[in-house]
């Protein structure tokens, strides 16, 4: 079994989009109102008709400068507090009006902080009529006689309208009249409201140029408000139930077949003229929602959308009735918006209802606002983002008309009182901004096949005919043929009577031969007439037909060479598209550019501020780099009398170093000397007592001191060598540095420091502060593979700055080493004879052995002259 297949849901077409390239941008006009009372302090200044200057008032607080910034804002057209309702109506309203009659759509909204005289300046008061009275009558003045009857052109459930016939539309008129239904009547032209008949002078009315003869029109009105995002009819009439009132009901939007936003289930009314549609709207208007704040006591708490809906029908070849097809009708509608104004609850001190309609009232403004900003941008920058039309039903609702589907024009009203200044920034801004989108022009309705003229020339042959009635007696308006040909038959001679009663009678037929006769002859002469008038009237139908062709090929040149104009003025728009696209490009790259100059000016500014504290900081540090110049000057001169002072030390040190090195030298020599002489005198002859013993080469024998002076010895007397230790061993006050590594070596020659020496494993700059003298003890391995140990021993001087610091003035080497042979004594010099090269030899050992044993000052010390033990004798070469 073949199940069926579902049918798949169709395809939605694209919406329509205009062949035209063109387009303007949206109309963005500014009124200000007159300042409430004559000293108030204003804040707006017209400059020029397209410019306006705002000042900051006393109050508000400065810039970063400090400084007040006047700014300046451009306008289509600026009015000013002397401008008339007329004046604004013919800039603003007109153009609008007039492109409805043609077929077009508009768009017209006031915008502005609350109080600023958006209401006044769309609704007017009595005398000064405003935007929306103004275009209606504008609308009837210039399709008052091309109206078609009521309920010919009626509209549907879906945004269009339909086409009765005159039976069809009689019958509904009937209907109407005798079954009442909730939706309301058609206002009668009896009942005026009374405030409309000072409204608008006679003297101000005006009408369009260009409407079609060959249509017929049809005007329908709708009043909604949105209230709190919601949508109400304000022409909607339900029945009142006292004891349980029910609420209004909201309306939904719809999309129709062409794309277009409607209202669904919106009342429309017919309406046949101005003081009837003025009268539907007054109807409406007491039912808006207003309330009484602080800043305004009659504030509107709603937007209201007031659309007036043109039906365009064109007449048939004849010229009498409405063409009966559906497409053939154009509908273009005009919506005349007033914006509830935007306000801050910190003003109004709302509460409750209050606050709740204004944080709606501003959060539709701010949707709008957001939308306004995302189109200016996919224009300008070339991006494809969503506008967000459906997050307000404003921005919904005229969706098409930003797409392309009208004209969009704004009038922003602006109160020059100071305590308006934040929120007129805020309005001027949004202001600035809507002017800088583009919207696409409307596209031309096609024009109808029919010929031109058809109702003129309709008019045209009732007329003739009328008057050719006229001039035979008969009546003006004969209804038909037949009363036509009844006139014409009166118009012959009556027949006489023709019954013959005598055959011998001569009279009656001679009579009646003379009657037809007459009637022969006037016949022939209206036969005549009549071939004169259609040879006239085929004549003229020639002259007509050569005319009409002459003129259809003057059409079809014209054609031809607006064709050709047409593709010039389509490469040249191309062309002006493209130079369009560059400049936009162009400012786009301007405004960056702009944008990157005040910052790199930021940037310099910042740059020269661093460079001025751096150059401030720079002289303060000269400043400060010669006073230590001089600071050091003087302790350069002060180290300078220091150290020359200590280089005569040290000469007079060294001075009485190298005598104490000669004085040695001579004493090596005397007792070199006194050796000599000792080995030649007999053994006999010398002293036993007075013998010098050779020094032993024991670890524990203990030099011989000597003293510290050189004194002259007398010759024969052996030198004792003295051994004296370091000059550490003194009065001073020690640190004693001694790392925790150092090995403890028990070798002869040992420091010793005092008790009251400050024993350190590293340099603290405490114990330095103590003390006079610092020695480190340092090990490291000899060359023979045994630990050596070095005393670096240096003066502690304490420094400007509060410090310590340590000048090394001593080295002193500690080693350790173990003898490899037998110690040598010198040889008796008693003996044979025989032996004298022996004794020869051992005296000359044991004067080198006792020269090794000599004493000598050490060099480069500063602690006066001192001796230290070189250690054991020198070993003879085998």
């Given amino acids: 079994m073949i199940r069926p297949t579902k049918p798949k849901t169709p395809r939605r077409p694209a919406p329509k989009k205009p062949s035209s390239n063109q387009k303007d941008p949206v109309g963005v006009y500014c009124r200000v109102r007159p300042l409430g009372v004559e000293d108030e302090e204003c804040c707006i200044e017209v400059i020029s008709n397209t410019t306006i200057q705002l000042h900051a008032p006393d109050g508000l607080k400065a810039n970063r400068n400090g400084e007040f910034k006047e700014t300046q804002y451009s306008f289509k057209k600026v009015f000013c507090i002397k401008t008339s309702q007329m004046e604004l109506f013919q800039d603003v309203a007109k153009p609008l009006v007039d492109d409805l009659i043609h077929s077009k759509n508009g768009l017209l909204f006031t915008y502005g902080v609350t109080g600023s005289g958006k209401t006044f300046t769309m609704t007017g008061a009595p005398g000064q009529g405003g935007l929306l009275p103004r275009s209606l009558d504008m609308i009837f003045n210039s399709i008052g006689p091309y109206q078609a009857k009521r309920f010919v052109l009626k509209t549907d459930d879906k945004n269009g309208v339909e086409v009765q016939t005159q039976v069809d539309a009689l019958l509904e008129r009937q209907k109407r009249e005798n079954q009442p239904t909730v939706v309301p009547k058609t206002p009668s032209r009896q009942r005026l409201d009374p405030e409309f008949a000072d409204m608008i002078n006679p003297e101000e009315a005006c009408g369009a140029d260009g409407v079609d003869e060959d249509s017929s029109y049809s005007v329908f009105v709708s009043y909604i408000e949105i209230y709190n995002n919601y949508i109400y009819d304000l022409l909607e009439e339900a029945p009142y139930d006292p004891i349980k009132p029910k609420a209004p009901q909201s309306k939904l939007l719809r999309e129709d077949q062409n794309h277009n936003m409607y209202v669904a289930g919106c009342t429309e009314v017919e309406v046949k003229s101005t003081e009837e549609a003025f009268e539907v709207f007054w109807r409406g208007q007491k039912k808006r929602r207003i309330a009484n704040t602080q800043l305004n006591r009659e504030s509107s708490r709603s937007h209201s959308v007031f659309i007036i809906k043109l039906a365009q029908a064109p007449l048939d070849a004849d010229g009498d009735n409405i063409l009966q097809d559906k497409n053939q009708v154009s509908v273009s509608q005009l919506c005349l918006v007033d914006l509830a104004g935007s306000e801050r609850t910190s003003r109004t001190r709302a509460e409750g209802n209050r606050l709740r309609e204004a944080g709606n009232i501003n959060q539709s403004l701010m949707t709008l606002r957001t939308c306004i900003e995302v189109l200016r941008e996919n224009q300008m920058c070339g991006t494809n983002k969503m506008v967000p039309y459906r997050d307000s039903k404003v921005t919904h609702l005229f969706k098409n008309y930003f797409d392309g589907e009208g004209k969009v024009r704004m009038v922003v009203c602006v109160n020059p009182k100071a305590d308006d200044y934040e929120e007129t920034m805020l309005v001027m801004r949004f202001a600035e901004m809507t002017q800088e989108v583009e919207v696409a022009r409307p596209v031309d309705r096609p024009i109808c096949g029919l010929a031109a003229g058809r109702r003129q020339k309709n008019q045209a042959f009732k007329d003739e005919l009328s008057r050719r009635l006229e001039e035979r007696g008969g009546p003006v308006n004969a209804e038909s043929t037949q009363s036509v040909m009844h006139q014409l038959l009166q118009n012959l001679p009556p027949l006489p009577a023709s019954e013959i009663t005598d055959p011998h009678d001569d009279v009656t037929l001679p009579r009646l031969i003379e009657a037809l006769e007459k009637r022969h002859k006037i016949r022939q002469m209206m036969t005549q007439e009549y071939n004169r008038a259609a040879d006239m009237f085929k004549s003229k139908l020639q002259e007509l037909d050569s005319s009409l062709v002459s003129k259809e090929n003057f059409i079809q040149d014209q054609r031809g060479q607006l064709g050709e104009k047409d593709k010039t003025l389509h490469s040249q728009k191309t062309e002006i598209d493209r130079l369009e696209k560059k400049s936009k490009m162009l400012e786009y790259k301007i405004e960056i550019l702009q944008k990157t100059t005040n910052i790199y000016e930021d940037d310099k500014r910042t740059l020269q501020q661093e460079l001025e504290s751096r150059e401030q900081r720079l002289q303060r540090e000269q400043t400060e780099k010669r006073r230590m110049e001089q600071r050091m000057q003087g302790m350069v001169q002060d180290t300078k009398h220091k150290w020359e002072k200590e280089c005569e030390r040290r000469v007079c040190a060294k001075q009485l170093e190298m005598q104490n090195k000669l004085w040695v030298k001579d004493e090596k020599l005397k007792q070199l000397k006194a050796i000599v002489t000792e080995s030649k005198t007999p053994s006999d002859q010398r002293p036993a007592?007075?013998?010098?013993?050779?020094?032993?080469?024991?670890?524990?024998?203990?030099?011989?001191?000597?003293?510290?002076?050189?004194?002259?010895?007398?010759?024969?007397?052996?030198?004792?060598?003295?051994?004296?230790?370091?000059?550490?061993?003194?009065?001073?006050?020690?640190?004693?540095?001694?790392?925790?590594?150092?090995?403890?070596?028990?070798?002869?020659?040992?420091?010793?420091?005092?008790?009251?020496?400050?024993?350190?494993?590293?340099?603290?700059?405490?114990?330095?502060?103590?003390?006079?003298?610092?020695?480190?003890?340092?090990?490291?391995?000899?060359?023979?593979?045994?630990?050596?140990?070095?005393?670096?021993?240096?003066?502690?001087?304490?420094?400007?700055?509060?410090?310590?610091?340590?000048?090394?003035?001593?080295?002193?080497?500690?080693?350790?080493?173990?003898?490899?042979?037998?110690?040598?004594k010198r040889r008796s010099s008693e003996g044979n004879t025989a032996q004298g090269g022996d004794r020869m030899e051992g005296d000359w050992t044991d004067v080198e052995t006792r020269c090794s044993m000599a004493v000598e000052m050490r060099a480069g010390s500063n602690l006066g002259p001192g001796y230290q033990h070189h250690g054991h004798q020198k070993r003879r070469k085998p």
């Fill in 689 to 824: 007592p007075d013998k010098p013993q050779r020094p032993s080469r024991e670890k524990d024998r203990v030099p011989a001191k000597r003293s510290a002076s050189p004194s002259p010895v007398p010759t024969g007397t052996p030198v004792r060598a003295v051994h004296r230790r370091s000059h550490s061993a003194g009065g001073e006050r020690w640190v004693n540095h001694k790392p925790s590594s150092n090995v403890e070596l028990d070798t002869v020659m040992q420091p010793i420091l005092g008790s009251n020496a400050i024993k350190v494993s590293a340099p603290s700059e405490k114990a330095l502060a103590k003390c006079d003298k610092y020695m480190l003890t340092h090990q490291d391995v000899a060359s023979d593979g045994e630990i050596q140990t070095k005393l670096i021993k240096g003066e502690v001087f304490k420094t400007r700055g509060g410090g310590q610091s340590v000048q090394f003035t001593d080295i002193e080497t500690l080693r350790q080493e173990l003898p490899t042979g037998p110690s040598r």
